[in-house]
């Protein structure tokens, strides 16, 4: 390289410093200073990232001054460079010399970095192409919200989370019966409103007790980042803002912190797209004294657009109360409780007339009727016709139709969705085994010794030292003991000899307090080496995230996990068919929680439940309420909390040993006949008409099928494993389908957002996913694939490259000229414009007559032939054929905007076509559906509105250009 003092050079890599200017040479060095930072750069002469700058004749350049001039001709005097032109200040010829050219000079437009000899390698422009490509597939997919999180294809899951996510605004009811998963419903249902940008700011209510599941399973589940708000954070947060709630978008917080005046004001106060109420049945409402919670939710809910209850069990505090959250989310349209009750005597009405279309078997006279009553607005006489001939496609076609439009009419079909265990498959069964055992004589020495000395009088003292007799015994050994309990406990002799039976299986065992859990980790790993992990409260998230990755890990993994009460809530483990209650819990729903770690949608076999119980202590009895009363060990038991409301204070006089004789039996024979009640009551009061709407039916199997098929895009993976390749992270195949990614030091950039220094575990999978909970789930809507793309494309990286093509069928020295184009509408993310017109990519393949070759010439067949070039010998093809290639540039511009006019023009008639459909059809519904909202209407004609104007700002822009000359064999 031959320098100069005075000559304008650009660095390679940060252009972004402006023009420099040489300021001193000594011996092998030169140094360079640009004045527009002030920074100063010191270079080894002879291989300096730096770009001589020379302009040539017709460019236009501009001084230090401020005026411009353009080029007409070029001098040069002991290696310093003068322009000769016309300029613009004066109208007259001038000369500017390169020394006074403007500091801020930045070569960004890729055809002034191609001219500027700012080239870069190949394989950086077809990476760019390619996640221009990538970007353009992820905003116009419709399922890539659904596609992301690390759940499994559920469909009445993704049926809910596909119609509700999609409204503007959603206030609906999740009400599904346990472990049929409404917070992964929620989740989506969130993630598809924030990738869509329908929301920005959430705000969760939960109880105090599920605050970190819930921050977990975001995270973990969706990559969402969720802040976790208590007095203290607030407290913390005043620094920063007024009302601690601006300080974050991404909120969850306990009921109670807002039971505090000046806390639930500043949250009304924040702004919220979307409110998420979890355990919504413990909002107490009466017209005339409505609970404090309530009212705080209400406050809320009349402020927040969007809102979503959820619930299991939505008449557990009466009828009166499920119609009060139904008020919550709509008080215009649930005004008065009595005229919903009158309402719903037409429900019934609706859900009759669908268990005979349901059937597909011919009509009553009366039943016809019926029908042709309910859809008085439509002229059903053909579907009828079908249904009473005996051609059983045009009937089964027929109930369908008819069906379709009950469902439009369902009354709270549009606001509540529920779906049972009995409604929907995947469900192994459970088996119940146990194991009684005498009681050891140390626990009743223990116990007689306590009833001596009297301490023990309080019915809640005597059941827990009834229940848990390790602990008594523990409190007699003191804290000098050493937990030997566990040396003569048969439940513990017991497991340890049906693990070592079961070497190959994993079984996770539960127990009621932390210090059991972790005593009894002890005593397998010291007595038979057994290897076994714990769970519980006292650990933080990443802790317990490594120990249930541990027992996930099928080869070197623990066989066991012990985990407390607690600890276990909101985790799955459904890859573990056998489950070991070391105790029992006093709360019904507490054992339905237990089992439902491992009977869960997507276990594979019938979840085998051991119960060791000591004989002669409250164990026994318990388990015979639960076993005999509620069959709730081999059933799902939803009348659960009301038996125990009912039962709960008999039977614990029965365990603390205070009732007469016979009494166990009788509240046995009465809980296990209201459970009966409950249960024919359940199910006569079952909507199945409602349940169709909420289970998504064929709709929701399409749903499934193209997730599944998306899954197995292998493109996406090939493309990632490039893009991180390109960017410089270091990935090592760790093998169980899962890639190890680290930053390294020799990335293109300084950092890459949202990986790590100690980098990160991924998988493709989505089954290694779901088993492997240190991985992360790599789809289109990671944000690690996002943010990828966005270091490749928001800056210059590849957006100038020359290459060679070998092809003796075209003489030595032709040229081509490939252009990339963006067609982008810049808009807000609430306007959605990636559904119609995301950037969108225009490719141009100029030859050197102006002719556009790309319509018969691929990109990728195109890219095989071409051959990377030196960068200097690619800085002098370029200069020598900057006659060509000016003109070129011009063409292919002008090919290109034909081409965004087309674009834009398509956009705008799918933009129709979809919202115009869209707005249609909830016309055609709100006039027999009273749950259409006014609000709905009026957001969709106002997307209409501001797509069709930022349709029309639709700006197209140079992103990459590649010069190709041909070469000889």
């Known amino acids: 390289m031959s320098f100069a003092l005075g000559q304008r050079w650009i660095s390679d890599a940060e252009s972004d410093l402006g023009l420099g200017t040489v300021v001193a040479i000594e011996g092998r060095m030169v140094s360079v200073l640009f004045p527009a930072t002030g920074d100063n750069r010191l270079f080894a002469r002879e291989d300096a990232p730096l770009t001589r700058v020379i302009f040539n004749q017709g460019d236009t350049i501009t001084s230090h001054e401020g005026w411009t001039l353009e080029v007409e001709s070029i001098h040069e005097n002991d290696g310093l460079v003068s322009y000769e032109g016309l300029r613009s200040d004066t109208n007259e010829v001038g000369i500017l010399r390169e020394t006074m050219l403007d500091h801020q000079i930045r070569f960004n437009k890729p055809q002034d970095r191609l001219f500027a000899g ?7 422009f077809v990476t760019r192409f390619l996640s221009q490509r990538q970007r353009f597939a992820m905003q116009k997919n419709p399922l890539r919200a659904l596609q992301g999180p690390r759940a499994g294809l559920i469909p009445h899951q993704l049926y809910i989370a596909n119609e509700v996510g999609n409204r503007h605004a959603p206030r609906v009811l999740l009400a599904d019966e346990v472990g049929l998963g409404k917070t992964i419903e929620a989740g989506h249902i969130i993630h598809q409103q924030l990738l869509s940008g329908k929301a920005e700011r959430i705000l969760i209510l939960v109880p105090e007790t599920l605050q970190h599941q819930w921050l977990v399973e975001m995270l973990r589940r969706f990559n969402l980042r969720f802040s976790l708000f208590d007095e203290e954070r607030c407290i913390e947060a005043l620094a920063d803002c007024d009302n601690p709630f601006e300080t974050e978008q991404l909120v969850i917080c306990s009921l109670d912190l807002l039971r505090k005046k000046r806390r639930y004001e500043q949250a009304v106060e924040a702004p919220w797209d979307l409110l998420v109420v979890d355990e919504a049945h413990h909002l107490e409402w009466s017209e005339d004294a409505p609970s404090r919670a309530y009212q705080v939710v209400e406050g809320l809910a009349e402020e927040i657009p969007g809102v979503l209850l959820l619930t299991a069990t939505p008449d557990q505090l009466g009828h009166q109360s499920h119609f009060a959250r139904l008020r919550l989310l709509d008080p215009d349209r649930f005004y ?6 009158e309402e719903e005597q037409s429900y019934q009405r609706v859900a009759a007339a669908a268990d005979a279309l349901l059937a597909e078997r011919s009509l009553s006279g009366e039943e016809q009727t019926a029908l042709t009553e309910l859809l008085s607005e439509s002229d059903i006489s053909n579907e009828l016709a079908h249904i009473q001939a005996d051609d059983s496609d045009a009937r089964s076609a027929a109930c369908q139709a008819l069906v379709k439009e009950l469902l439009d009419r369902h009354g709270t079909g ?24 005498p009681m050891p004589k140390q626990y009743a020495t223990a116990m007689r010794v306590n009833a001596m000395l009297g301490t023990s009088k309080n019915q809640d003292v005597k059941l827990m030292n009834q229940l848990y007799p390790e602990n008594l015994y523990q409190e007699f050994e003191g804290e000098s003991g050493n937990a030997s309990w566990w040396q003569f406990d048969p439940r513990v002799n017991w497991m340890m000899e049906f693990l070592k039976s079961h070497r190959s299986k994993k079984v996770l065992v539960i127990a009621s307090k932390a210090h059991t859990a972790l005593q009894l980790e002890e005593a397998l790993r010291t007595r038979e080496g057994i290897l076994a992990s714990v769970f519980h409260e ?5 802790e317990r995230d490594k120990a249930a990755a541990f027992f996930a890990q099928q080869e070197g993994g623990a066989q066991v996990l012990i985990c407390s009460e607690i600890g276990s809530e909101g985790r799955n483990f459904q890859f573990a068919h056998h489950l070991i209650m070391f105790d029992l819990p006093m709360n019904p729903d507490l054992l339905e929680q237990r089992i439902g770690r491992l009977d869960r949608i997507g276990q594979t076999q019938t979840v085998q439940i051991h119960v060791p119980v000591l004989e002669d202590t409250a164990q026994q009895p318990l388990l015979r309420w639960y076993h005999d009363g509620m069959n709730a060990f081999t059933d799902t038991c939803p009348s659960g ?3 125990h409301a009912e039962f709960g204070e008999r039977i614990r006089t029965v365990l603390a040993g205070e009732a007469e004789e016979g009494e166990l039996d009788a509240i046995i024979e009465e809980t296990a006949a209201r459970n009966a009640e409950h249960t024919a009551k359940a199910e006569a009061g079952r909507d199945k ?6 289970n998504g039916g064929a709709a929701a199997d399409k749903l499934v099928a193209e997730l599944e098929q998306a899954d197995d895009d292998t493109d996406f993976i090939s493309f990632m494993l490039k893009l991180w390749d390109v960017i410089g992270v270091s990935q090592e195949d760790k093998g169980e389908n899962a890639v190890v990614l680290k930053p390294t030091e020799h990335m293109l950039f300084p950092s890459y957002p949202g990986l790590s220094e100690e980098g990160a575990s991924v998988t493709f999978d989505r089954g290694t996913a779901l088993s492997r909970e240190d991985f992360q789930f790599m789809t289109p809507a990671h944000p690690l694939v996002s943010s990828g793309i966005d270091l490749i494309t928001s800056g210059d990286t590849g957006s100038t490259s020359v290459a060679l093509l070998k092809n003796k069928a075209l003489p030595a020295g032709t040229m081509f000229l490939e252009m990339i184009f963006i067609v982008e509408a810049l808009a807000p993310a609430e306007v959605q414009m990636g559904r119609f017109l995301p950037p969108t990519t225009v490719r141009v393949l100029m030859d050197k007559t102006g002719k556009d070759l790309a319509p018969n010439v691929t990109f990728d067949s195109f890219n095989r032939q071409l051959m990377p070039v030196n960068r200097h010998t690619a800085s002098k093809l370029v200069n020598a054929s900057q006659s060509v290639l000016h003109p070129l540039l011009k063409q292919g511009d002008d090919v290109a905007m034909a081409q965004r006019d087309a674009i834009v023009a398509q956009a705008k008639a799918e933009m129709e076509q979809q919202l115009g459909g869209e707005l249609a059809r909830l016309q055609a519904l709100k006039a027999v559906n009273p749950n259409i909202r006014d609000s709905e209407l009026d957001a969709i004609r106002e997307q209409i509105s501001m797509v069709s104007a930022h349709l029309e700002r639709a700006q197209l822009e140079l992103d990459a250009v590649r010069f190709i000359v041909v070469t000889p064999e």
């Open 641 to 643: 909390h009301l038996l």
């Open 414 to 437: 549009r606001v509540l969705f529920r779906n049972t265990r009995s409604g929907v498959s995947g469900f192994c069964g459970r088996e119940l085994n146990t194991y009684p055992m």
């Open 336 to 341: 008065d409780y009595n005229a919903f009750l």
């Open 689 to 694: 008409l409602l349940e169709i709407n909420s």
């Open 538 to 542: 006292g650990m933080s998230i990443l």
């Open 118 to 124: 700012q080239i870069d390698r190949m394989e950086y």
